[in-house]
């Protein structure tokens, strides 16, 4: 799925730790990359970004790479969960200069509950870690003593726990009023897994064929499901630019413009590129927007990949005046990005409640923006991968209200593969828990207009 939140600066990790004198036990590399993951985190950054800015973890490799991208992961989904077990063995929080502390112990008991590791190793790890720092060096005891319980505990400590326990009030409120307390449920628990990994075709008919090549299988929407775990670069057809990486979610929006052959379409807030690339492959003419000139970047370098043309603006789509107006306008808008959770859980503690407020202003802004670059009797999909109702279902009747003359087509079931995602005006609702058997999906809503 397309990540639309806004972009930190680059900067390095966080300070080195200060060693001590005592032998570094084994597999504490890892574990020391995942704390500083979280730490770079706190700082600011989304856990993509982490991940790519952190040293210790890009100096590890194999396994224990793999150990410091799940320790981080694991923490960042069940943090609800691993504070309230935490929290029981403990009389007050950690102070916040101590920080590192508090993550130190959401790791040890990340091992012991999630990912069975055992007791000895994720307590020797634990203590060795809080006291490498000045400021949590003073915690040795405590991490030792609550490291030891919860280990001892097990999955007792959380088999009574309500599945909301991860997700934050506002956004819970936001989902269950929006699908029900039984979906809001299923949500909650999907994000628990990691998100699968899907792949548009750029040819429809090879669809079969690249399913049988990467090992996978087709979707009813028609993406390819790649097995969990698939290194991108090494799948068939990568090299020839056959497919690319779009969440199945995330590849329905741009179907909805219908035959855009030979149409001048314009793909706004459009990197990385996933829809652009679906409608340079439908045979439009594609004018991709974007304000960030890495992000637009990435977009010409999976068109050339995929052997695809589009031209590619960098300009705020607000401020944006082309010279002629579009048959059709994707407009993918910023928004909170809750329904990308599974691939990044950090949305669960970065996002706050007044963030919806500020994003559904800046959605309608753009969605009357778009209307005055379509012709009259072009079509408008207004899309965003939040699965608050403030960024999808009231954006879209908000803008019925205030543009006269605009209309809602209704979208088919069999646009979506008979997926039963449509809501009662028949606009695009999915949401992780759909799909279950199959791995999920991401949450996404998009709308059809047609302009007077």
């Known amino acids: 799925m397309v990540d639309k939140r806004p972009k930190n600066t680059k900067a390095g990790a966080p300070d080195a730790p200060r060693k001590g004198a005592a032998p570094e036990p084994p597999g504490l590399a890892p574990r020391r990359a995942a704390l500083d993951i979280l730490t770079l985190i706190a700082g600011g950054r989304t856990l993509d970004q982490a991940f790519e800015d952190c040293r210790s973890f890009g100096a590890l490799e194999g396994p224990d790479r793999g150990l410091a991208h799940a320790l981080a992961a694991a923490v960042m989904r069940r943090r ?122 750029r040819e429809p008919a090879n669809t079969s064929a690249i399913a049988q090549a990467t090992n996978g299988f087709v979707l009813p929407t028609g993406s390819v499901r790649a097995p969990a775990g698939s290194k991108v670069t090494r799948l068939d057809g990568y090299d020839d630019g056959l497919w690319w990486v779009q969440d199945a979610a995330a590849a329905l929006p741009a179907k909805f413009l219908g035959d855009v052959n030979g149409k001048r379409v314009y793909d706004l807030c459009a990197a990385p590129g996933g829809k652009t690339m679906q409608l340079a492959a439908a045979g439009a003419h594609v004018v991709a927007v974007d304000t960030e000139g890495a992000r637009l970047k990435l977009i010409a370098d999976n068109l050339a990949r995929t052997k695809l043309s589009a031209e590619t603006v960098k300009a705020d789509a607000l401020d944006w005046t082309p010279g ?129």
């Not at 107006?325 to 959770?341: E, H």
């Open 80 to 201: 609800g969960t691993l504070d309230h077990v935490i929290g029981a063995y403990i009389d007050r929080p950690i102070p916040k200069r101590s920080a590192r502390a508090t993550d130190v112990l959401r790791l040890a008991a990340a091992q012991s509950l999630f990912l069975k590791t055992p007791d000895h190793a994720v307590v020797s790890t634990a203590v060795a870690l809080v006291q490498e720092y000045r400021e949590t060096g003073g915690y040795a005891g405590l991490v030792n003593a609550v490291a030891r319980k919860i280990a001892a505990a097990g999955a007792k400590a959380i088999e009574d726990l309500p599945d909301r326990i991860d997700t934050p009030g506002w956004m819970w409120r936001g989902w269950e009023r929006n699908f029900g307390p039984e979906t809001a449920r299923a949500i909650a628990r999907a994000h628990w897994k990691e998100a699968p990994l899907d792949l548009t075709p």
């Open 324 to 452: 002629d107006l579009a048959d059709a306008i994707l407009l993918d808008a910023p928004c909170t990005a809750t329904g990308t959770v599974r691939r990044h859980p950090d949305i669960l503690w970065s996002k706050r409640e007044e963030d919806v407020k500020s994003l559904a202003a800046l959605q309608a802004r753009l969605i009357d923006k778009a209307l005055t670059l379509l012709k009259p009797g072009g079509l408008l999909v207004y899309c965003t991968c939040s699965l608050q109702p403030e960024e999808g279902e009231k954006q879209a009747s908000a803008a019925l209200s205030r543009n006269d003359g605009l209309e809602r087509l209704p979208i088919a079931a069999a646009e979506i593969g008979g997926l039963a995602a449509l809501t009662r005006d028949g606009d695009l609702r999915t949401h992780p828990a759909m799909l279950a058997a199959e791995g999920g999906m991401d949450g996404f809503f998009a709308a059809r207009f047609r302009k007077a």
